[in-house]
C-alpha cells in the first residue's frame, strides 16, 4: 500500500514563492503518474498539475500555468514550486498517484491528506 504524505504548505504573501513535497512510503511511485490538486473552502477539488510516470508528459491549470512547476527527482518524491502566488491560490493541496495522463481527480486512486496554503494580499 502506497501512503502520501504532502508537506511544506504554510502561511505566505503574494508575490512569494513556495515549495510543496509529496513523498511516497511503501512502494513509491513506481511507474505511476503523479499530480497536484487542490481545493478551497466552498469549491470543489481542482487539478493543479500532473507529470506522467517517465516525466515526459507535463500537464498544468491555465491559472498556474507559468508560475508553478511538478517535477520528481525520484520513484519516491515530487515537488511543486509555486511562484508569483496570488490570494486566489489559497488552498488545501493534495499529492495524488495514478495509472492515466488526465487530469481528472477520479483517474488518481491515491491521495495524500493535504497541507495548507494561505496566501496573503
Known amino acids: 500500500q502506497v501512503h502520501l504524505v504532502e508537506s511544506g504548505g504554510r502561511a505566505v504573501q503574494a508575490g512569494d514563492s513556495l515549495s510543496l513535497s509529496c513523498k511516497a512510503s511503501?512502494?513509491?511511485?513506481?511507474?505511476?503518474?503523479v499530480a497536484w490538486f487542490r481545493q478551497s473552502p466552498g469549491k470543489e477539488r481542482e487539478f493543479v498539475a500532473m507529470?506522467?510516470?517517465?516525466?515526459?508528459?507535463a500537464l498544468y491549470a491555465d491559472a498556474v500555468k507559468g508560475r508553478f512547476t511538478i517535477s520528481r527527482d525520484s520513484e519516491a518524491t515530487v515537488y511543486l514550486n509555486m511562484n508569483n502566488l496570488k490570494p486566489e491560490d489559497t488552498a488545501i493541496y493534495y499529492c495524488?498517484?495514478?495509472?492515466?495522463?488526465?487530469?481528472?481527480?477520479?483517474?488518481?486512486?491515491?491521495w495524500g491528506q493535504g497541507t495548507q496554503v494561505t496566501v496573503s494580499s
Open positions: 495524488a498517484s495514478g495509472n492515466s495522463v488526465t487530469d481528472k481527480a477520479g483517474d488518481y486512486n491515491r
Open positions: 507529470m506522467s510516470w517517465r516525466g515526459r508528459t
Open positions: 511503501g512502494r513509491a511511485f513506481g511507474t505511476s503518474s
